[in-house]
Structures are given as C-alpha cells and as structure tokens.
C-alpha cells in the first residue's frame, strides 16, 4: 500500500518540480528585464540631465529708430527760359540732355517784326529831330522880333509852345526807338547760367507767347534732394539734421543735411516737404547725381532704438520662429546652470545678417541678451548648456 502510494505520487512530485523550475526561469527574466530597464532609463536620465555644449553669439548693439521716405533728387535752381516776344520761333539749336554753359543761344525768333518797328521808331526820332530843329529856330527868330516890339506877345507865346511841344515828341521818339532796339536782343533767348537741358517744349515754327516758357534748364550745382514725411515724423526732418540717402545706380549711401522744411502739411496728402542738400561730393558722385534720380532718406528718429538678434540664431520650434536665449535655470535643482530657453520672436526688417525684433524679448528688459548660435537639432526649451569657446562669431556679428 506504501509502496503503491509512492509510485502514484512520484508523477505529481516531478510535475511540481518542473513547475517550481519554469516559475524561477519566469522570475528570473522578469527581474533581468526590469534591471535592464532601470539601466537604460538611467543611462537616458543621465544622458538627458548632460548639458548641451553650445556656441553662444551676444546680443548686437541697438540700432537706432530710423524714418525713411522716398523722394527724388532736385536741382538747387530750375531756369524756364521764355520769350517776351509774341513771334515764330527760327531755331532751337538745342536738345535735351545738352550741357549748356552761360550766354549759350537757346533759341532765335523771327525778327522780321521786330526790325519793322525798329524802323518805324527811327523814322519817327528823325522826324521828331527835325521838327525840333525847326521849332528852335523859329522861337529864335521870333524872340529876337519880340525884343524890338515887332511882333506881339501872342506870336512869341505860340513859337515857345511849339518849340516845347517838339522837345516832348522827341523825348517820346527816343523812348519808342529804345524800346524798339531793346526788344531785338529778346530776339536771341541765352542761358543766363550753367545748366543742362531737360525739356524743350516747343519746336522751330511755333509760336512764342510770351511768359511761356521755351527751354527749361536745370542747374547741376549743388543738388538737393527732396521727399515728404508724415505727420508723426514731421518733429524729426528739422533744419540741421544729417541722413542718408540710397539712390538707385549708386551703391553707397550719400549724406545729407535738412536745409529747410515747409511749416504747413499738405492738406490732401497730411505729409511736410522737405528739402535737403548733400554733403561735399566727389567729383565721380557728383556726376552721378541727377535731377530726377530716385532714392530713399534714413533719419534718426529721436532716442528711440530697435532690438536685433543675429540670423544665425534663429531656428524653428514647434513651427514658431525664435531664437533660443540663454538664462539661469528655473528648475529647484539647478543652482546656478544656464539653459536655454526658446523665445519666439516676431520679426522685421531683415539686413546685413541681423533681424529686427518686434516683440519676443520684453520679458528680458534691456539688458544684453545672448543667443544659442546655430542651435543644434537636439537642443529642445529648458535643456542645460554649457558654452563653448565663440568669440570668434561674437566678434564677427559685432
């Protein structure tokens, strides 16, 4: 019976140990897999808690707050040469674009008119000449007449009146004929001063109506450069401000100084004008600056400054643009480590490597701001830096 239970049980006994067996194995993976998993949470722990080696770029140094306007540039005096003749004009022997130096013809009249009433006024001096001689004489003879009792005082009146009738006819005569010889030196139109030849507004044939002009010259001393600025900018554009002036054509910038600024607005447009001279040129920019010339005005407005950030340092989280911006860490634990910190930036104007910050940056105050320099694609908001040796771009960008 005991040996019959034996046997009978010894199946079970086996099975138990193969159970007991597979559960250790079981037990055994378990406890290797969760160390495994321990170390590979730590080793990302560890790896994530490492600080990020970064190049940092300091913030440029403001710019100041700058106003710009289109304008063009003006000569500093525009001649528009007319006649004071109503008369067909002969010949225009210039054409635009001509240089023309003082005395230079502009244009002729026809003066067949003109040499007719020359003619006409001499005639009449003469006559007038002669009529005054014969007068003389016979106030001669009839005051030696009236002298002796010969002839009465009625006689000796007339003569005198018309001797004092002939002065006057001649005086009259003389002013005619100078008139006359006057109006034929309008007939050949002069340029009263150096300039250059814009417009030619009428053609050989034609006629001059007096005060219209004929000819318009522009003087090429001095150029001044004209342009309007609205009304909120009109306390800046004084008399005495300097500014720069990009004219297209031109690769550098030329300076500039207000002269004068008009005291009322446009009533239509709300915007001042304003005209300013240039500074000494040199003789190759100064025959590159023409009437007419396009261009754009910078002035300093004031103290106000703009806030840029480097290109470099710009990159994209989460679809925003920003730069990341390095400050002590906020976390409990992290003393006095620097992260960087994403800041999403709206920008404006973008030139010579830098981007103006329109907002983004206020929490920061105006104290100078360093940025992460071409940040690495693993560099996500709050990670730890440290930073590595940049002053070779901090001193390029500055």
Same mark, same amino acid.
């Given at each position: 019976?005991?040996?019959?239970?034996?046997?009978?049980?010894?199946?079970?006994?086996?099975?138990?140990? &193969?159970?007991?067996?597979?559960?250790?194995?079981?037990?055994?993976?378990?406890?290797?897999?969760?160390?495994?998993?321990?170390?590979?949470?730590?080793?990302?722990?560890?790896?994530?808690?490492?600080?990020?080696? #970064?190049?940092?770029?300091?913030?440029?140094?403001?710019?100041?707050?700058?106003? *710009?306007?289109?304008?063009?540039?003006?000569?500093?005096?525009?001649?528009?040469?007319?006649?004071?003749?109503?008369?067909?004009?002969?010949?225009?022997?210039?054409?635009?674009? $001509?240089?023309?130096?003082?005395?230079?013809?502009?244009?002729?009249?026809?003066?067949?008119?003109?040499?007719?009433?020359? @003619?006409?006024?001499?005639?009449?001096?003469?006559?007038?000449?002669?009529?005054?001689?014969?007068?003389?004489? $016979?106030?001669?003879?009839?005051?030696?007449?009236?002298?002796?009792?010969?002839?009465?005082?009625?006689?000796?009146?007339?003569?005198?009146? %018309?001797? $004092?009738?002939?002065?006057?006819?001649?005086?009259?005569?003389?002013?005619?004929?100078?008139?006359?010889?006057?109006?034929?030196?309008?007939?050949?139109?002069?340029?009263?001063?150096?300039?250059?030849?814009?417009?030619?507004?009428?053609?050989?044939?034609?006629?001059?109506?007096?005060?219209?002009?004929?000819?318009?010259?522009?003087?090429?001393?001095?150029?001044?450069?004209?342009?309007? #600025?609205?009304?909120?900018?009109?306390?800046?554009?004084?008399?005495?401000?300097?500014?720069?002036?990009?004219?297209?054509?031109?690769?550098?910038?030329?300076? #500039?100084?207000?002269?004068?600024?008009?005291?009322?607005?446009?009533?239509?447009?709300?915007?001042?004008?304003?005209?300013?001279?240039?500074?000494?040129?040199?003789?190759?920019?100064?025959?590159?600056?023409?009437?007419?010339?396009?261009?754009?005005?910078?002035?300093?407005?004031? %103290?106000?400054?703009?806030?840029?950030?480097?290109?470099?340092?710009?990159?994209?989280?989460?679809?925003? &643009?920003?730069?990341?911006?390095?400050?002590?860490?906020? /976390?409990? $634990?992290?003393?006095?480590?620097?992260?960087?910190?994403? /800041?999403?930036?709206?920008?404006?104007?973008?030139?010579?490597?830098?981007? &103006?910050?329109?907002?983004?940056?206020?929490?920061?105050?105006?104290?100078?701001?360093?940025?992460?320099?071409?940040?690495? @694609? *693993?560099?996500?908001?709050?990670?730890?830096?440290?930073?590595?040796?940049?002053?070779?771009?901090?001193?390029?960008?500055?």
């Amino acid at each position: 019976m005991q040996l019959a239970a034996l046997i009978a049980a010894w199946p079970m006994k086996i099975l138990s140990r &193969e159970y007991v067996f597979a559960a250790w194995t079981a037990a055994a993976v378990l406890i290797l897999s969760g160390c495994s998993e321990s170390q590979t949470t730590s080793a990302a722990n560890n790896e994530r808690q490492a600080p990020i080696t #970064v190049s940092v770029i300091l913030e440029p140094a403001y710019q100041p707050q700058l106003i *710009q306007a289109a304008g063009s540039v003006a000569a500093s005096a525009r001649i528009e040469a007319a006649s004071r003749l109503a008369a067909y004009i002969e010949e225009i022997p210039v054409k635009e674009g $001509d240089l023309l130096q003082k005395g230079d013809v502009l244009f002729k009249l026809d003066s067949k008119d003109v040499l007719a009433a020359i @003619h006409a006024a001499d005639g009449k001096l003469k006559a007038a000449q002669a009529a005054l001689k014969d007068a003389e004489l $016979d106030r001669e003879k009839i005051d030696a007449l009236y002298r002796e009792g010969l002839v009465s005082n009625n006689d000796w009146r007339k003569a005198t009146l %018309k001797r $004092d009738g002939a002065r006057a006819d001649l005086a009259q005569a003389q002013g005619f004929a100078s008139a006359a010889h006057g109006e034929l030196e309008y007939i050949i139109g002069k340029s009263p001063r150096e300039g250059r030849v814009v417009r030619v507004l009428r053609r050989a044939g034609d006629m001059a109506v007096p005060g219209l002009p004929i000819v318009v010259l522009d003087s090429e001393e001095a150029p001044k450069f004209e342009f309007r #600025v609205p009304q909120s900018a009109a306390q800046y554009a004084k008399p005495g401000v300097i500014g720069r002036v990009k004219l297209d054509g031109i690769n550098e910038p030329l300076e #500039v100084v207000i002269e004068n600024a008009s005291a009322s607005a446009d009533p239509l447009a709300r915007t001042y004008f304003v005209r300013a001279g240039f500074k000494a040129l040199a003789s190759r920019e100064a025959a590159s600056v023409r009437p007419g010339m396009f261009g754009r005005i910078e002035i300093t407005a004031g %103290k106000a400054s703009r806030r840029f950030v480097p290109e470099s340092a710009l990159t994209r989280l989460g679809g925003l &643009e920003g730069a990341f911006v390095l400050q002590t860490c906020r /976390h409990a $634990d992290a003393g006095q480590n620097q992260c960087a910190y994403f /800041h999403w930036l709206r920008l404006g104007t973008r030139e010579n490597g830098l981007a &103006e910050v329109l907002a983004g940056l206020e929490d920061l105050g105006n104290s100078p701001v360093r940025f992460v320099d071409r940040p690495k @694609h *693993q560099l996500t908001d709050g990670d730890r830096v440290t930073e590595a040796d940049s002053r070779a771009q901090t001193g390029d960008q500055q």
